[in-house]
């Protein structure tokens, strides 16, 4: 019988050895690795090699630092390996998270809160077939988001893609602004701007879009 090779993120031991667990009473499931965050994991993809990824968005840090360098590392991570999924396991339903998860590309969120043995196994097997489990109290987040049609796009100036270049990196408009010597003002006109012109309704969105179109390229974890 076919296994699947999953690896886990999490910074949480309990957490890793509770869903190992579960796993390892499937046959057709099989444990590929453990990491403590998504930079770890995206170093170690190359060894792992799963077909999925399951892992929390946040570890427990500043909530919307966190969340951002979660959400660029699962985006270098859907552009370095398009054949590995990831289904996001967490506590976390705000509107912005989800949206972030969604734009770094993530299969599946669902939260744990209401989720038991067999909910994770369906949701596994659902990832498998290349649907999209997401929990039914998030699918409103999902009505009307910005699509991008690539259609009219401006080039980047190149003060527009050091911006860009930071906020891959996890940095915030304040810290963006100290780096460049800006004013925080001017950095947020400059994001402005590069969300316009790449057509994407978030950060992470542009970050995933310039990973994708090669306008960007990052170092390291």
């Not at 993530?106 to 290349?130: K, T």
Request: charged share 20%; glycine share 8%; with cysteine.
């Amino acid at each position: 019988m076919p296994t699947m090779k999953i690896s886990l993120v999490s910074p949480i031991p309990l957490m890793r050895i509770g869903i190992r667990c579960i796993l390892e009473r499937v046959p057709s499931m099989q444990l590929a690795g453990e990491a403590e965050s998504w930079p770890q994991l995206l170093a170690l993809a190359p060894t792992f090699q799963p077909e999925l990824v399951l892992g929390d968005i946040w570890s427990g840090g500043n909530h919307t630092k966190d969340v951002g360098r979660t959400a660029m590392a699962i985006a270098r991570l859907k552009v370095e390996h398009p054949q590995v999924k990831v289904l996001i396991l967490t506590t976390v339903a705000a509107k912005e998270t989800v949206q972030a998860a969604i734009d770094a590309g993530v299969d599946g969120y669902l939260l744990m809160d209401s989720l038991d043995d067999a909910g994770l196994l369906d949701a596994i097997r659902m990832v498998e077939r290349d649907n999209m489990p997401i929990d039914p109290r998030l699918t409103r987040h999902l009505i009307g988001r910005t699509a991008s049609n690539g259609a009219g796009e401006q080039h980047l100036t190149e003060r527009e893609q050091e911006v860009l270049a930071f906020i891959a990196q996890g940095y915030t408009n304040p810290e963006i602004a100290r780096q460049l010597n800006l004013s925080t003002g001017t950095v947020k006109i400059h994001v402005s701007n590069i969300l316009g012109k790449l057509h994407v309704a978030s950060r992470t969105g542009a970050v995933v879009k310039a990973l994708q179109d090669n306008l960007i390229v990052l170092n390291g974890a």
